[in-house]
């Protein structure tokens, strides 16, 4: 049986990517810290005999006894919110704990695919981006504690895989969503819908005119899987094209839900790209991929699943 190690696996994505390989029937070991995360996502995966859990934090020396085929560094706050309120945490998850994952993927012989990010592109000054642009980040801005970081996570990842000769994967991974968001994590899916559940006005940050791509998390955790099981050393983009404005995107939301609920204006805040788009030529050509789900469908099955959720989680302050 194969076995994967995956990081963040309490979290949005991993809990999403342990379904995945524990369908195709891999041994999956989990591992998390819980900053972000929760159990819950992966509570149902306890029963199973092909997966066990690791509470560890992944700065600090990872040991994982018995071989691994493959990693998955899937850990790091990934909400503005989080990793404004966790900077130093973020940066080390980034640095000391990639580094700590590449250091366990060179002594167990096995593939590592990392989770970068579309930050790594800043707030663009070419539309779409593709792989090729360099970005525009600032180093000293509230968010370079997470973008930086994932640069970082870039660059000691393509040194291994020179250097050592590791067999290494770079995901640039545009905004996903889906069931598991946590509610509070002031992304705006998560936080448009609770605002609609709780009655309140949703909150458009700048004038609603910055845009997102939002990609549904089945196409995301398929992008990876091809990517990991592909040869492509280099970073590919895996996200969904269709761009929406912040604006646009309130009014469908309000449209979803029923609930007729105005939006109010509030500051933009630092450095928020203006623009996001992936261009995913790259995706389709390496790895045959494409999204699948329109967003329509995804966010009308994200809305039942916040719907579902107890009143005391919709009412829960984090922040
Ligand atoms: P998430 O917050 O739901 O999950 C992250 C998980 O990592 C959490 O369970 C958290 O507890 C864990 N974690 C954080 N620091 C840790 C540490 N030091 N040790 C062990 N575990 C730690 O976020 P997500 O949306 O699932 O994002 C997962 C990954 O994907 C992140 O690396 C993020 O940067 C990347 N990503 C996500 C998106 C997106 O749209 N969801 C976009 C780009 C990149
Ligand atoms: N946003 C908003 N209202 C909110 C939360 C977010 O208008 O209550 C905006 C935010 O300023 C950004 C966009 O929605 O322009 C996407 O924000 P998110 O935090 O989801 O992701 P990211 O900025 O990392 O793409």
Redesign the pocket.
């Known amino acids: 049986m194969k076995r994967v190690l995956i990081?963040?696996?309490?979290?949005?994505?991993?809990s999403h990517l342990c379904d995945r390989f524990i369908k195709e029937g891999f041994y999956v070991i989990g591992?998390?810290?819980?900053?972000?995360?929760d159990l819950k996502n992966i509570e149902h995966l306890f029963k199973q005999e092909n997966f066990e859990f690791y509470h560890?934090?992944?700065?600090k020396f990872v040991h994982v006894p018995g071989k691994l085929d493959y990693i998955l560094h899937?850990?790091?706050?990934?909400?503005p919110i989080?990793y404004l309120k966790i900077p130093i945490?973020t940066l080390?998850?980034g640095a000391l704990?990639t580094h700590n994952l590449l250091g366990l993927a060179k002594e167990k012989d096995a593939r590592i695919l990392i989770?970068?990010?579309?930050?790594v592109y800043g707030d663009p000054l070419v539309h779409p981006q593709s792989e090729d642009y360099y970005g525009n980040v600032s180093t000293i801005g509230p968010r370079g504690v997470?973008d930086e970081a994932?640069r970082f996570m870039e660059s000691i990842t393509m040194a291994y895989h020179r250097f050592h000769g590791l067999d290494t994967r770079i995901v640039r991974?545009?905004?996903?969503?889906g069931p598991r968001?946590?509610l509070n994590?002031g992304r705006v899916i998560p936080a448009f819908i609770g605002q609609a559940l709780r009655g309140e006005d949703l909150t458009i940050f700048g004038d609603g005119l910055q845009t997102r791509s939002f990609c549904y998390v089945d196409d995301q955790v398929e992008g990876i899987y091809r990517l990991l099981m592909s040869k492509e050393h280099l970073p590919v983009n895996i996200g969904n094209p269709d761009e929406i404005t912040i604006k646009d995107f309130a009014e469908e939301i309000i449209k979803l839900t029923g609930t007729g609920q105005k939006v109010v204006y509030k500051p933009l805040p630092q450095d928020d790209p203006m623009q996001r788009q992936p261009d995913i030529s790259k995706a389709k050509e390496v790895l045959d991929w494409e999204p699948k789900v329109e967003r329509e469908e995804g966010m009308r099955i994200t809305y039942e699943y916040f719907k579902s959720l107890s009143s005391e989680e919709l009412y829960k302050k984090e922040h």
């Open positions: 990081t963040g696996a309490a979290g949005f994505l991993g591992m998390d810290n819980l900053i972000t995360g560890h934090d992944v700065t899937f850990a790091s706050p990934a909400s989080d945490q080390k998850v704990g989770a970068s990010t579309s930050e997470y994932k991974i545009f905004n996903t969503y968001m946590r994590d």
